[in-house]
């Protein structure tokens, strides 16, 4: 009888350490996640540096995926924009409010268009064709040309 107790009580203790040994190690890859997302701040929106990389893949993505290709086109204003030093320090903002931020700056206007036309094209119930894709990658490609020499001025 006291060797099954003892068993018992075994069983339990090892099983509450394998419980307690599951839990803090998804508690310290959850922690670790947040950490190197606070590293990648510098990075700004994501791990791409370069507008123009998010752009390829854009073009890349065009033909098989138009959404993914209006979310890479989108990264890549974004990245330009935070290149240029026309990103406000939020993280949680919205298009939206990105879009009302850059009022003021000479030829945000374009900027704050195309944040807002993204909204209405990623987000619509409609499917998103290939040539509306293209065509507001072609406006967001000329835009972030534009971008580096009117902040020179």
Known sequence: RSFA???????????GTLAGTVLWQAWRRRHAGRSTAAVNVQAGI???E???DHLLAARAQLPASPR???????LGLLAALGRA??????????????AEALQGRPGAAEAGALLRGFDRRYYSLD???P???AAY???VEASCDRLPREERR
């Open 5 to 15: 107790s003892g068993v018992r009580w075994l069983v339990l203790g090892l099983s």
């Open 46 to 48: 994501s791990r791409r």
């Open 50 to 52: 370069a507008a123009v």
């Open 68 to 74: 993914a290709a209006l979310r890479e086109a989108l």
């Open 85 to 98: 030093g026309w990103m406000p320090t939020g993280r949680g903002l919205t298009n939206r409010e990105l």
């Open 127 to 129: 499917t998103v064709t």
């Open 131 to 133: 040539e509306d894709a």
């Open 137 to 139: 990658l072609e406006t």
